[in-house]
């Protein structure tokens, strides 16, 4: 079965950082563009960054602030989040990019304070 396991959210306050991780099976991370999404309460879900190989790609709202990153011995992507603001907060789930083709994971909580 399929799966996609997010981790590593919490709450920290404004300014500070966290380092969300998506573990996926070794066919899924050669096989599929991945990338990180977020829902925020009352929003659609939408892109936050992708990558494939060296090309990664940022949504303006997080550009310069988030860093996603592939670990091909562990297989997970990372998303480094820094300068986190109270906007940011949010469910942040992985799936495939650029279109989430997967069944998605259960996410993982940010929730930044003011």
């Known amino acids: 079965q399929v799966q996609l396991v997010e981790s590593g959210g919490g709450l920290v306050q404004s300014g500070g950082s966290l380092r969300l991780s998506c573990a996926v099976s070794r066919s899924i991370f050669n096989h599929y563009n991945l990338g990180w999404y977020r829902q925020a309460p009352g929003k659609q879900r939408e892109l936050v960054a992708n990558?494939?190989?060296?090309?990664?790609e940022y949504a303006d709202s997080v550009k310069g602030r988030f860093t996603i990153s592939g670990d091909q011995g562990k297989f997970t992507v990372d998303l480094q989040m820094d300068n986190l603001k109270p906007e940011d907060t949010a469910v942040y789930y992985c799936n495939s990019h650029p279109t989430p083709a997967l069944p998605w994971g259960q996410g993982t909580q940010v929730t930044v304070s003011a």
């Open positions: 990558f494939r190989g060296m090309y990664k």
